[in-house]
């Protein structure tokens, strides 16, 4: 299974500020720059770092594969960060299954690539329907990096640090 495939990825996008959206139909997740309506998670990008958007469900990971298996939307990455986000436009019972998601994701994603070279990886949980977010909890936050090495965070706004 292979996370970087070209024909699942888009970009690079080197806005300062820009959408990911999901139609939560059967289309994967994908990066609009205008119309921010839509939008599920608003990807700031400070520093104009050239991001590559990988859409993992319903492209990387098709519905019929790895069936009972989930699985996020999608992936921002650059040469040194990888971010998984799982996006979310419910109004209910969305936490939990949003963080299974991405549990899932990261399992995958270590069984089938090295990541070792990513000095910056964090899970966001985006929800549109739900700003502003309450921070996640200290120890599952602490929990979550001890087990996956990756950072957890439930908030509409991803923010891409500067290299």
């Not at 040194?80 to 399992?107: D, F, G, M, R």
Request: hydrophobic fraction near 35%; aromatic fraction near 12%.
């Amino acid at each position: 299974m292979d996370f970087f495939k070209p024909e699942c990825q888009t970009g690079p996008f080197y806005q300062e500020r820009f959408g990911l959206c999901d139609d939560q139909n059967t289309t994967q997740a994908y990066v609009k720059e205008t119309d921010s309506e839509k939008w599920i998670a608003t990807v700031e990008n400070p520093a104009r770092r050239p991001l590559i958007f990988t859409a993992i469900d319903k492209c990387v990971i098709q519905d019929a594969d790895e069936f009972g298996r989930r699985r996020c939307d999608g992936m921002l990455t650059t040469e040194s960060l990888l971010y998984l986000v799982e996006l979310k436009n419910q109004k209910k019972h969305w936490e939990q299954e949003a963080i299974e998601q991405l549990e899932s994701t990261i399992k995958f994603l270590s069984e089938h690539h090295d990541l070792s070279h990513f000095r910056t990886k964090k899970a966001f949980v985006c929800n549109k329907r739900h700003r502003p977010f309450a921070t996640i909890d200290n120890a599952l936050q602490s929990q979550f990096f001890q087990k996956y090495k990756f950072r957890i965070d439930v908030h509409a706004i991803v923010l891409v640090i500067p290299s």
